[in-house]
């Protein structure tokens, strides 16, 4: 079983769909919960992070986190065009532990117009 | 403007040669990182590096090498010993190796071709 998996999708949505992301994870020691938004030949960029249990509401973005099923999730309200990428979902622990990311595979998102 | 740049962006190397890809950032980040990017697997660990003059071998160490001699730069040599060099790589940099949680910023990446 990997540490961090994620549907890689493609998932294709109409713009103003609600997109709803997702990942599971093995390891309770991870404390920070974080997810990525990736264009196609760049480098990753953060879009959320969180801590612990809990949501985390950016615009039109929402993360949740809830670690007593291990699973955790990206809302997407009023898709866009612009939102279509490749989402990762990063986690880490604390401490010396939480020194290294660990990343699941991404999801490939197209919204259509 | 601060950041992290990645060169080349595109490099083509021929079975049985080594390459160095250059990772430099002017953001003052003590940790960096040196990833690889393949379709469907999500980025990979190479090494890390939490201080000048150190570095740790990631998940994925065999058939490269790096160096970290100067907190800003953190090169990458892909050598012939890596059987499938062919990915996209990713440089990171993150302010302290002390905080429980920094962000971690990417570079564009450097595209390598095996031919």
């Known amino acids: 079983q990997k540490e961090v998996e994620q549907d890689p999708g493609p998932l294709s949505v109409p713009e103003g769909a609600i997109v709803s992301l997702n990942c599971t994870y093995s390891n309770s020691a991870f404390q920070y919960f974080m997810w990525y938004r990736q264009y196609s030949r760049k480098g990753p960029e953060l879009l959320m992070y969180?801590?612990?249990?809990g949501n985390k509401e950016d615009g039109r973005f929402t993360a949740q986190v809830d670690k007593s099923s291990k699973y955790i999730s990206l809302f997407i309200r009023d898709s866009q065009p612009s939102d279509s990428a490749t989402y990762l979902c990063?986690?880490?622990?604390?401490?010396?532990?939480?020194?290294?990311?660990?990343f699941g595979p991404g999801t490939r998102l197209s919204v259509l117009p | 403007d601060g950041g992290i740049t990645q060169s080349p962006k595109y490099l083509f190397r021929k079975e049985g040669q080594n390459v160095t890809l250059s990772c430099e950032q002017n953001l003052n980040h003590d940790a960096m990182y040196w990833y690889r990017q393949d379709p469907g697997q999500g980025l990979r660990l190479i090494y890390y590096s939490q201080i000048v003059n150190d570095f740790q071998k990631g998940d994925i160490a065999e058939g490269y090498s790096v160096s970290r001699e100067k907190k800003e730069s953190f090169p990458l040599t892909v050598t012939s010993a890596q059987k499938n060099p062919t990915a996209f790589y990713l440089c990171?940099?993150?302010?302290?190796?002390?905080?429980?949680?920094?962000?971690?910023?990417f570079g564009p990446g450097t595209r390598l071709t095996v031919l």
């Open positions: 990171a940099s993150k302010r302290s190796r002390l905080a429980d949680y920094n962000e971690q910023f």
């Open positions: 990063a986690m880490s622990g604390r401490g010396n532990y939480g020194q290294n990311f660990v």
């Open positions: 969180t801590y612990s249990s």
